[in-house]
């Protein structure tokens, strides 16, 4: 062999033979192993085996092969340091690596039975790359096909810049990959909060920028989650999604999917600005949505939670109101063609199974130095118990819808909801203040319709009878909120005293 080696093992194919042929034209030798040497060998490239180099067969149906000190040695063998026990056992040192591993990720995402599932943990490939990757100052480490042209014009001269770059993304890579291994067994290990954890992700898109322009951001998922993912919507067309697109998209879902009955939400700034449900169908409750705040709704993000079909698309556009993302779990073919001039209009098309899916994994939040985790906050059956009179049937069907919206605003959250036209409609919401009295007053200063014959809701208890007076006075006759203040007697005179419906979930939803 020549002083130079190769070793190349790889999953992925993509740029094999061209990059092989580079190396070879650059004097390297080539290792190779399973379909990898297959696929050089129908190219007409020369390899070695590993197993002929290491003098060691495959064995355990190939479950061992790499792992040898003529591999291991070569990789992390230090020239001018380590040239005499390499001499003494037989070890040339390797100077280029090009490894991505078993799949995995695409093993779990067809459905394969566990046992084909372990087969497809790679020991040998992470055990390569790190060897490699520690290496890095000797050797090239590869595990994205991308990075083949760039190591090729490397090797003709010396860039430890270069050489570090792909020790990192080694490291990244093998990590991500281990990680999604351990989130497959943690799947079923009962601990929902373990001691050490690792979480999966990978960039699914650049995004223009964060919040604010001068914010550089991206779009992550995390392999092997399905149900309620935004990484499965597909975008049918539109300008590329922003981070705030993305953040407020998921706020819209939130809402629009836990409307019971074809509902509708409008998201603006991470909070709802319209939300309905109509029994006729998606144009009515759209209809209905869009009057409880049209000029908010301008420039915000529209989500259904049943198929969109051409006459809901037309009702939209008869509209004339800009949305930056329309989502729904399907566009009919006359749908898409009749958004489809709207060359701007971001169109999210959510898998068909969204309605019944749970969100997977946990929430989670950034903060400085770390991470918050816990479950995610989705509706829970409850018994809602009457603390004043009895709610009116009409009255517990308008506190549902109020309820199911409220617990999606942002806390301190008050919303107010009312019939109409034979629906149920947002009409007037309080987000994120600072005081529930605040909310309250925001929320009835909002209402597109009377406030007098609406019901509230609210997503935590009453800390005081200051927000529920101001209700009564503008005319709410039906209220819903957890109850559990030290005031509550407090609270709930109030409600008696003026002959209000006040139902208690016993459950609170902040979302901050």
């Not at 090797?155 to 281990?178: E, N, V």
């Not at 969109?308 to 729904?328: D, H, M, R």
Request: net charge negative.
């Amino acid at each position: 062999m020549s002083a130079r080696l190769a070793l190349l093992s790889v999953s992925d194919k993509r740029g094999l033979v061209e990059f092989a042929r580079g190396l070879v034209d650059a004097g390297f030798d080539l290792l190779s192993t399973g379909g990898t040497a297959a696929a050089l060998a129908a190219a007409g490239i020369p390899y070695v085996p590993v197993s002929t180099h290491t003098g060691s067969p495959e064995i355990m149906d190939g479950r061992v092969k790499t792992l040898h000190p003529r591999i291991h040695g070569g990789l992390l063998g230090r020239r001018g340091v380590d040239d005499a026990v390499a001499a003494e056992h037989g070890i040339q040192f390797i100077d280029v690596v090009a490894v991505n591993l078993y799949p995995f990720e695409a093993t779990v995402n067809r459905g394969a039975p566990d046992h084909e599932v372990i087969e497809n943990i790679d020991i040998g490939g992470p055990s390569m790359v790190r060897s490699a990757a520690k290496n890095h100052d000797r050797v090239h480490v590869v595990v994205d096909p991308a990075d083949y042209p760039e190591v090729l014009a490397a090797l003709g001269g010396d860039d430890p810049a270069l050489r570090r770059r792909l020790a990192a993304r080694a490291f990244r890579h093998t990590a991500c990959y281990d990680a999604i291994i351990a989130s497959w067994f943690g799947a079923d290990a009962g601990e929902p909060f373990p001691s050490e954890t690792a979480i999966p992700i990978r960039r699914a898109q650049t995004l223009r920028y964060g919040e604010n322009p001068h914010q550089s951001a991206a779009f992550y998922t995390t392999p092997l989650e399905r149900g309620r993912a935004l990484g499965r919507a597909v975008q049918l067309q539109g300008k590329e999604l922003s981070f705030n697109n993305l953040g407020d998209l998921e706020g819209a879902l939130r809402i629009a999917f836990d409307l019971a009955g074809p509902g509708v939400a409008i998201i603006k700034h991470a909070n709802p600005c319209g939300a309905a449900v109509h029994p006729e169908g998606l144009a009515a409750a759209y209809r209905l949505a869009l009057s409880a705040d049209p000029v908010s709704a301008y420039g915000g993000i529209l989500a259904f939670n049943r198929p969109v079909t051409a006459a809901v698309a037309e009702v939209v556009l008869a509209s004339k109101v800009f949305y930056e993302v329309i989502a729904a779990p399907g566009f009919d073919e006359g749908a898409r063609a009749l958004l489809a001039p709207r060359v701007n209009l971001r169109v999210m098309e959510l898998p068909a199974d969204w309605a019944e899916s749970a969100s997977p994994g946990r929430d989670a939040r950034r903060v400085h130095g770390g991470w918050l985790l816990q479950d995610w906050d989705v509706a829970q059956p409850v018994a809602w118990s009457s603390a004043a009179r009895e709610a009116s049937d009409a009255e517990v069907a308008a506190l549902q819808f109020a309820w199911a919206v409220c617990r999606n605003v942002k806390s301190n959250a008050i919303v107010l909801a009312c019939a109409d036209s034979g629906g149920w409609v947002l009409n007037g919401v309080g987000a994120g203040q600072m005081s529930r009295v605040d909310s309250v007053r925001l929320a009835i200063a909002k209402a597109a319709r009377p406030v007098a014959g609406s019901v509230l809701a609210s997503d935590a208890f009453f800390p005081f009878a200051d927000g529920v007076r101001l209700a009564l006075e503008a005319g709410v006759r039906a209220m819903v909120q957890p109850g559990g203040s030290i005031r509550d007697e407090e609270v709930l005179a109030a409600a008696r005293e003026a002959g209000a419906a006040m139902l208690l979930t016993g459950v609170r939803h902040f979302r901050h």
